[in-house]
Each structure stands twice: as C-alpha cells, then as structure tokens.
C-alpha cells in the first residue's frame, strides 16, 4: 500500500511528476525494480513485516517498489488516500468488491457496465455465495432505497458507460448507499482521472482498467484500486468484519484500527493478493507511468475529436441515433456538464439507418478505422456487440441488456480527426 499526500500540483503536472521524486543521482525516470525477492540483515527484521509491524518489500506478489510509485501517481491523480495496481481491470473490480462482501452478503450493481464486470458480477461472483441486484441508472432514490437488504455491503457503478456511454449519477447512488452505511465503488476506466475524480462526489473508492486510456496505446492489461480513505469502517462495524474484527491469517490485526484510512487498501493487498496474486509485473507497471505522462494532453484531444465527429455523425442522413455525452443534445449532457465539465471521453455509440446489416455493411469499408475489440485508445477502433461482444443474444436479448442492435462502439483515437471524418464519410455512402 501507498500513501500519498496531496502535494498541490496541477493534474496535468502530477501527469508526470507524481508518484517518484529521486533523490541525488538517481534514476530521472521511475526505475523497474525487477526482482521478485528483497532482502534482509536480521530475522528479526524480516518477521516483523510478515506480522505487518513494519512495511517494507520482502516478495513482488505483495509489493514492489515499481508498482507502488505508479499506484501513488494514480492515487494522487484521483486525490485518493492509498491504490494499488492489479493484473487487469477484471482483478481490480473483483477485489474492490470482495474486499468487502463475502459468502453471504449482498450489493447493488449498476446494469450499464462493462460486459466482463456484468458476468463477474452476476454468473462468477454468485458461484461464490455473493449476490448482486443490478439496477438501471435511472432509478430514482426512493426505489433504489428498496433495493437496500440487511446484508447489502457496497453499490457499484461505472462513471461512464460500457459500451452504451451514459454518464452515472454520482451523487444520488453515493447519497443512498451511505444512509445505508455501505461505500460507492465507482469504475472510473473510460473518465480518467483527469476528466472525473468520483470521490469529489462522495464516491468512495475507485477502480480502473489501466488497460484503456491510462495505458492508451494497447500495450499492457492492467488494472488499479484506489481508496479515498474516507468511508469509516469502523462506524458501520457490524456489516464489515473483514476490516473490523481480528484477521486470525495476520495474528489477529484488526485492520481497520490498525490502519485507519489505509486500511481498506491494505486489506486488499495483504489478504487478497496473497492469496489471489493478480499483481501486475514491474515491467508492465513501468510502461503505464510512461503512458501516464501524456495522458492529460491525450484526453483533451480524444475529446476535442470525439465531439467533432459527433457533431458530424448527429447531422448525417444515414445515422439513426447517436450516444456522446458531450454533445449538447444528448439525454445526458447535464450530468456530464456536472460530472466530467472538461470533457468525457472519446468513447461513442451510433446507429446506422438500415439496421444490423446496414451496420455490418459500414464496419466493413472502413479504412483508417479498424474493427478491433478494444477501445479508448491512440487508434480509432469500432466494435459492433450484437456481432461480437454479444453475438450469443437474439436482437430481442440485445435490447434487454439496453444495446440496440444496431449499435457500434465506436473509439476515437488520436489521429487527424478531419482524416477519421472522412474515411466514416466513406463508409456510410456505402452503408
Ligand atoms: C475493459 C474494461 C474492464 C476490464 O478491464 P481489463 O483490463 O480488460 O480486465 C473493466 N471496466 C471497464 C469500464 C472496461 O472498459
């Protein structure tokens, strides 16, 4: 686990200085400590880490001095207390969650998020003994207040959707799920740090996929957990024995007096990694800082495309409907005015006149854009679910899950924005 105190610096400067200052003659850039072992003078000296009275590395699967420095860059760019990274997105949401609900419990989930989350969520996570209740962002206060049972330990969401692009109403889940005592886990991937902090909105902790644009140029899967160290475990003690009573695998240390706000992340570090082991490698964590240092210029330009392509598509005859919650005449521009003010992503889905096949017919004349699985990235992408993703579900069952069968996920990348108008120009007279 890392802390990291606020240092008053600008997002785009802690871009690239936070997370590691060298001292006299050290490395200029974050050095990959590529070692999975770290070593000790005494016995003495190495027993009292594995008791967590000291911190110190003694094994990479706990911590690395790489991965920390990155997971403080990141945490200091959500203004969190403590992060840490993970192997993939699809580690870090299912430790955000079980870190917290066990064999038993209960929690609500938003139902417009990612597809890996939703069958973690709802097929995985049920084999466990967890149960989830997903519910339609939409919803007001007074029904999702009904959703609430006795066991119910967090509510999850996804600040910005996947792949259907709305934008989730921070305050109003936060405000529910703390009259009920639990924390809002928010999925920040497609937001970034830098056009969303959730916590400013009571959200209080936070995943990733550093996979997408905080990597931004398909290099590495990964994954981040950062924690606002602002939920008190310990005022809601009851639903929380994990962080609140003696954990017998650590002699009896109660995280949460132990560790107050760090305690959350620690838990997740020396519980669940241990045993779990979904770390992400020194060399991959390395690649995402140097990817970091541009992700503010890169976000600002992601957007700044997307709403002219956005703009474009809106007008054009063969679009049938188009999802970008920057574009004024969306369903959800006030809460991205509220929620992301600099900008949302370059994340879009359309629809195209003709349907399915019309759709397919587009995709495929595609030049500059590529049809590829993966999305918030430096290269424009498109995916269509209803063929890939979700090609197991009838049109009937699309709709169901909220994705029309039309629908193309479309992702802007950083290419001339003029060049991406007009390969899709090209494509849709042959649509
Ligand atoms: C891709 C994605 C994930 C899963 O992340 P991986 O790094 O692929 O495991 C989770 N949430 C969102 C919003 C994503 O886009």
């Not at 424009?380 to 069952?397: F, I, K, M, N, Y």
Request: proline fraction near 4%; hydrophobic fraction near 35%; charge should be negative.
């Amino acid at each position: 686990m890392v802390e990291k105190k606020m240092n008053g610096y600008s997002k785009e400067t802690n871009c690239i200085l936070a997370g590691w200052t060298p001292g006299q003659g050290e490395s200029r850039q974050v050095p990959i400590v590529q070692s999975t072992t770290f070593k000790y003078d005494t016995s003495d000296a190495m027993g009292r880490l594995f008791d967590l009275e000291a911190s110190g590395y003694f094994y990479t699967r706990l911590q690395n001095p790489t991965n920390d420095h990155v997971a403080a860059k990141l945490t200091e760019l959500e203004g969190g207390f403590a992060g840490m990274l993970t192997s993939s997105g699809q580690a870090a949401n299912f430790f955000a969650v079980f870190n917290i609900c066990e064999n038993g419990d209960h929690f609500i989930a938003s139902s417009s998020i990612y597809g890996g989350t939703y069958n973690l969520f709802g097929v995985t996570m049920k084999k466990m003994g967890i149960e989830v209740t997903f519910v339609d962002n939409e919803i007001t206060e007074e029904e999702l207040d009904k959703v609430f049972r006795p066991n119910t330990k967090c509510v999850f969401g996804e600040t910005i959707t996947n792949p259907t692009v709305n934008i989730f109403d921070i305050e109003k889940f936060a405000k529910v799920a703390h009259k009920h005592g639990v924390p809002l886990i928010m999925d920040n991937t497609f937001a970034t740090p830098i056009n969303c902090n959730p916590f400013k909105f009571g959200c209080d902790i936070v995943t990733h996929s550093t996979t997408k644009y905080l990597d931004g140029h398909s290099v590495c899967v990964g994954g981040a957990i950062i924690d606002s160290g602002n939920f008190d475990w310990m005022a809601h003690a009851e639903k929380f024995p994990g962080l609140c009573t003696p954990d017998e695998s650590y002699h009896g240390i109660t995280y949460a007096t132990k560790f107050g706000k760090g305690a959350y992340i620690t838990k997740a570090t020396a519980q669940l990694m241990r045993d779990f082991g979904a770390i992400q490698s020194p060399q991959h964590a390395f690649y995402l800082n140097v990817s970091i240092e541009s992700l503010a210029l890169r976000m600002k330009r992601h957007c700044e495309s997307a709403l002219k392509i956005a703009q474009f598509l809106e007008k054009h005859e063969k679009v049938a409907w188009i999802n970008y919650p920057g574009l004024e005449s969306d369903k959800n521009y006030p809460l991205a005015r509220k929620y992301c003010p600099n900008g949302t992503c370059g994340v879009m889905a359309f629809g195209i006149k003709g349907g399915r096949d019309a759709s397919i017919r587009f995709m495929d004349n595609l030049k500059l854009v590529f049809i590829d699985t993966h999305v918030a990235d430096a290269k424009s992408g498109v995916l269509h679910p209803a063929s890939h993703t979700h090609r197991q579900l009838t049109d009937e069952q699309l709709r169901e899950a909220g994705i029309n069968p039309d629908l193309i996920r479309f992702s802007v990348g950083l290419e001339d924005p003029d060049e991406i108008i007009e390969d899709l120009k090209q494509a849709l007279e042959k649509a």
